[in-house]
C-alpha cells in the first residue's frame, strides 16, 4: 500500500483537462511543499514533469499545471494530446526525523 | 548530456546478496544527492535510498533499512546499493536517480533501470 493515495485511473477526451489527485498528511504533502509529479510511458523511465508543487521544469509544456490544499495536491493536463497517455505519480518529502520520499500508487491517463 | 547507466541486476535466491552499481555521466557527480528507487513488476514506484553528495549523510525506506547500504565513489562518479539479505517482495526495476537541478527530494534525471529477481 502507497504512502499516497491516488485514483487507480482517470481519462478525457483530446482537448480536454482532466485533474488528477494526490492525498497524504500533514506529515508529507501537507507538511511541505515538495511535491514532485512524474511521468511514465511503458517501459521507459519515469519523467518529472512538476517539482515544489507547481513548477514545471524547462521543456514540460504549460498544459501541465500543479496545485495543493491542504494535505491533497493534484497536477491537471489541459488541452489533451493522444501522447499524453501514461501513468502519472506523484512523490513527496516525508519527515526530517527519519527522512524518506514517498510515492502515490500511480494513475493510468487514457486519453479516449 | 545527463546519463546514468545502472547495472548488476541478476536472479538470485531469496537470502542471497547483490551489488548494483550506477555510472554517471554528463554532470559533475560530487554536487548532487543521488537516489536509488525500484519499480516491482507491474506495480508502482517505491523510493529506497538517498546518498548526499559526500556520501555523509545516507536515509532508506523503512523496508530495505538494515538489508541495503547505499555508497559512492566520486572519484568514478559512482553510485552503488548493497543489498543483503533479499527477499522475493525485493524483486523490481531498480532505477538510480538525479537530485537538485531543481531543488532537494526532486528526481530530475533517470536511468533505464536494472532488474533484479529474487526467486528460488
Known amino acids: 500500500q502507497s504512502a499516497l493515495t491516488q485514483p487507480p485511473s482517470a481519462s478525457g477526451s483530446p482537448g480536454q483537462s482532466v485533474t488528477i489527485s494526490c492525498t497524504g498528511t500533514?506529515?508529507?504533502?501537507?507538511?511541505?511543499?515538495?511535491v514532485s509529479w512524474y511521468q511514465q510511458h511503458p517501459g521507459k523511465a519515469p519523467k518529472l514533469m512538476i517539482y515544489e508543487v507547481s513548477k514545471r521544469p524547462s521543456g514540460v509544456p504549460d498544459r501541465f499545471s500543479g496545485s495543493k490544499s491542504g494535505n491533497t495536491a493534484s497536477l491537471t493536463v489541459s488541452g489533451l494530446q493522444a501522447e499524453d497517455e501514461a501513468d502519472y505519480y506523484c512523490s513527496s518529502y516525508a519527515g526530517s526525523n527519519n527522512l524518506r520520499v514517498v510515492f502515490g500508487g500511480g494513475t493510468k491517463l487514457t486519453v479516449l | 548530456e545527463v546519463q546514468l547507466v545502472e547495472s548488476g541486476g541478476v536472479v538470485v535466491q531469496p537470502g542471497g546478496s547483490l551489488r548494483l552499481s550506477c555510472a554517471a555521466s554528463?554532470?559533475?557527480?560530487?554536487?548532487?544527492?543521488m537516489h536509488w528507487v525500484r519499480q516491482a513488476p507491474g506495480k508502482g514506484l517505491e523510493w529506497v535510498s538517498l546518498?548526499?553528495?559526500?556520501?555523509?549523510?545516507?536515509y532508506y525506506a523503512d523496508s530495505v533499512k538494515g538489508r541495503f547500504t547505499i555508497s559512492r565513489d566520486n572519484s568514478k562518479n559512482s553510485l552503488y546499493l548493497q543489498m543483503n539479505s533479499l527477499r522475493t517482495e525485493d524483486t523490481a526495476l531498480y532505477y538510480c536517480a538525479k537530485d537538485g537541478d531543481y531543488g532537494d527530494y526532486v528526481f530530475d534525471y533517470w536511468g533505464q533501470g536494472t532488474l533484479v529477481t529474487v526467486s528460488s
Open positions: 500533514s506529515s508529507d504533502v501537507g507538511g511541505y511543499n515538495y
Open positions: 546518498i548526499s553528495w559526500d556520501g555523509g549523510s545516507t
Open positions: 554528463g554532470f559533475t557527480f560530487d554536487d548532487y544527492t
